[in-house]
């Protein structure tokens, strides 16, 4: 099991540009998450999918933010346009039956706007 | 109120020390208990589910406490490799899971 992939690992892009970050869950995990992770804030959820569907989106800061899964093996996380304060890890985790059974991580974008 | 709160520490112990992390929650009927561990720079990972009756892992030992409302993580013989962050999680239902802000360990030489 390859577990979730992330991608890229490592993004820097210039103030203004678009943004897009890429996963793919587990195999046969129904539920995705989108989460950012910043010193001053913690985890922060930003958004989950059930069977490719988006069930909460309340997270997700701003409309310059926003999420797609149109399959069961990927989603996108898409920042346009990107600014400074977006600086941060976002994670994308997947799990079985809504989490209750605990997530796997992927191993995170790190993002640097500047 | 935070949901799920956590001493953030850091506890800093020797090798071979005993170290307890403690963690609250609010929502009475949360439904499911973890705890996960994030080292520097890299994602949380789990560690253990929290049962009722006390579950062990080698040297880790996970107790759930629902009438106080409280999860803790007991670190026995611990070691260089165990100085991490250490997060509580709380599922309370639903898609609603909750991560606490993490308890740092660092254990010394």
């Known amino acids: 099991d390859a577990g979730v992939i992330q991608s890229p690992r490592h993004e820097v892009t210039e103030m203004g540009q678009e943004v897009t970050l890429r996963c793919k869950p587990i195999?046969?995990?129904?539920?995705l998450f989108w989460y950012r992770q910043t010193m001053m804030r913690g985890l922060e959820l930003l958004i989950y999918?059930?069977?490719?569907?988006?069930?909460?989106d309340s997270g997700m800061p701003e409309d310059r933010f926003s999420a797609k899964m149109p399959n069961a093996s990927f989603s996108t996380l898409k920042i346009q346009p990107s600014e400074p304060r977006d600086s941060a890890v976002y994670f994308c985790?997947?799990?079985?039956?809504?989490?209750?059974?605990?997530?796997?991580f992927g191993s995170g974008t790190r993002l640097t706007v500047v | 109120r935070k949901e799920v709160e956590q001493d953030p520490g850091p506890f800093n112990v020797p090798e071979g020390a005993t170290v307890a992390f403690n963690c609250t929650y609010s929502n009475s009927a949360s439904q499911s208990f973890f705890w996960y561990r994030q080292d520097c720079r890299k994602e949380p990972k789990l560690l253990m589910s929290?049962?009722?009756s006390g579950n062990e892992d080698g040297r880790f030992t996970a107790q759930l406490n629902r009438a106080s409302q409280y999860i803790s993580l007991l670190i026995r013989d611990s070691k260089l490799s165990d100085s991490a962050t250490y997060l509580c999680?709380?599922?309370?239902?639903?898609?609603?899971?909750?991560f606490g802000a993490g308890t740092r360990l660092f254990v010394k030489a």
């Open positions: 985790a997947s799990s079985l039956r809504t989490g209750s059974l605990g997530y796997t």
């Open positions: 195999s046969g995990h129904n539920s």
């Open positions: 999680v709380v599922h309370t239902g639903g898609f609603k899971t909750i």
């Open positions: 999918f059930n069977n490719n569907v988006p069930i909460d």
């Open positions: 929290v049962y009722s």
